[in-house]
């Protein structure tokens, strides 16, 4: 079965509450979930002592005039930005800093997020958040990685995520969800789990994408976008404990972010507006499923619901459109504003094209 075809499977599944795939351990047999489980016992003795918490990083950013952007983060300890130090080397501190120089605006950033969370805590903490925020303008999820480790069931990680995307979007917020990064990256973890946890993870970010754009949000695929670089400089782009990214491996991962963020907006940024597709670039509009599948091979993808023709679903399910924003005209776009250049307006056009 194709990754887009389990995809589907998948957030069907979550969408009508049954029960999901059958237990990875069952699939295995008791011999192969033996190899495994000793695979993860060493993996956890070659780790680090863990962290004992993540720093702090509610707060206003930026100090320009107007009203702040309102930005809720939620998550697990990639969201809480466990492995750094200081607060402004979180992702949603690295987001929040890009969005406010790119715009003029201040932005209040709330970060409810928690290490160890898995998604199905992702209701609790917009709802501790929505006692700060009525209505945020964008809530920013990372999440999965928990859920593959703690082998919750694929259908019910999904269903949980689904169910706060709606929420959210019900209240008339923006939705951008970095899909569960590619396990098979973590040095420490040795195969057959490394293979293992590869396919669980890229499995679950496509039932993710899916989930996610049918109710409304936007996803940007964080896949393996750390993997080659932990690979050429595990000292730098790890952190102490040698599981949790750096400082630098957050930077990358709120670089992949800050574009979708700026488009969900809908403010001025380089390579931010909603825009046609690129074929050249391998963009495209298409089923949501197909998308989704594509996504989780290619970091730093962003998935969004789109219409063809006035129709927002076709034969095969809710139609969408793949970018692959540039985040580096935007990155060179933020020291533009930092350096005080004047902020350009550029007209958002519909996206055309069909790549099913």
């Known amino acids: 079965m194709g990754r887009a075809r389990r995809a589907r499977r ?29 695979e993860a016992a060493l993996a956890r003795r070659i780790i680090g002592t863990p962290f004992d918490d993540s720093p702090d990083d509610d707060g206003v950013y930026g100090a320009g005039p107007g009203e702040p952007f309102e930005i809720v983060v939620l998550g697990d300890s990639s969201a809480a930005g466990m492995g750094v130090e200081h607060a402004n080397e979180t992702v949603g501190a690295i987001v929040a800093h890009g969005v406010a120089a790119l715009t003029g605006r201040p932005v209040r950033l709330t970060n409810r997020a928690v290490v160890g969370a898995e998604s199905s805590d992702l209701e609790r903490q917009l709802a501790s958040a929505l006692e700060d925020v009525m209505r945020p303008h964008v809530v920013l999820v990372m999440v999965g ?98 599981f949790h990214p750096s400082a630098a491996g957050y930077a990358r991962a709120a670089a992949a972010l800050l574009p979708s963020v700026c488009a969900a907006l809908g403010v001025w940024g380089a390579d931010t507006s909603d825009r046609p597709p690129e074929p050249r670039r391998g ?66 056009a519909a996206p055309g094209g069909v790549d099913a």
């Open 283 to 348: 963009e495209g509009v298409g089923p949501v499923a197909v998308a989704a599948g594509q996504a989780v091979r290619e970091a730093g993808a962003e998935v969004a619901p789109t219409a063809i023709a006035g129709q927002l679903r076709g034969p095969r399910g809710r139609w969408a459109v793949l970018l692959h924003r540039r985040p580096d005209d935007v990155v060179r776009a933020l020291g533009e504003a930092e350096a005080g250049a004047p902020p350009r307006s550029t007209d958002a």
């Open 145 to 242: 990685a928990n859920d593959v480790t703690h082998r919750i069931e694929r259908s019910a990680s999904v269903r949980s995520l689904e169910q706060v995307v709606r929420r959210a979007r019900a209240l008339g917020s923006e939705v951008v969800v970095g899909t569960c990064p590619d396990l098979g990256t973590i040095l420490p973890i040795r195969q057959p789990l490394r293979s293992l946890l590869k396919r669980w993870s890229r499995d679950l970010a496509a039932a993710q994408t899916v989930a996610v754009v049918e109710a409304g949000g936007r996803t940007v695929s964080l896949g393996d976008l750390l993997g080659p670089e932990f690979a050429r400089s595990p000292h730098e782009m790890f952190s102490r404990d040698r």
């Open 10 to 38: 998948i957030a069907a599944t979550a969408a009508y509450g049954g029960g999901g795939l059958a237990a990875a351990g069952a699939a295995l047999g008791a011999a192969g979930w033996g190899i495994i489980t000793a």
